[in-house]
């Protein structure tokens, strides 16, 4: 649905008449992409936290540039986007609060008691 979204401003003009709609776009794509290493490869929940809040800002920003360009089917389209980007955000905050991190924000490898 975002690609049908994003062809479907592309098609009003393309990267010279829609640079700002296909610019935000492509910065949630990139954060989107980002979240997944550093949220299960680095563990650093810290500055995964901070890059899903910033994927969720800039769907938002999305949704509002689209919508003049292709009108309430990027409501359509994105809200459905936006309400999983909600619940991972509240879920990967949650996670970040209640476990034990290292100075960097990495989770400590938990040791067992001998």
């Known amino acids: 649905m975002m690609g049908l979204a994003s062809y479907l401003v592309w098609l009003e003009g393309g990267f010279e008449h829609q640079a700002v709609p296909l610019g935000v776009y492509g910065l949630q794509l990139l954060l989107n992409i980002l979240w997944t290493p550093l949220f299960f490869g680095a563990h650093r929940l810290d500055l ?34 936006l309400a999983w980007v909600t619940y991972a955000t509240a879920l990967t905050m949650w996670i970040w609060r209640h476990n034990p991190t290292s100075g960097r924000g990495a989770v400590k490898a938990r040791t067992k008691a001998a």
């Open 48 to 81: 995964a936290t901070a890059d899903i809040i910033g994927m969720w800002v800039s769907i938002v920003a999305t949704i509002t540039l689209f919508r003049p360009v292709i009108g309430d089917l990027a409501l359509i389209l994105l809200v459905p986007y």
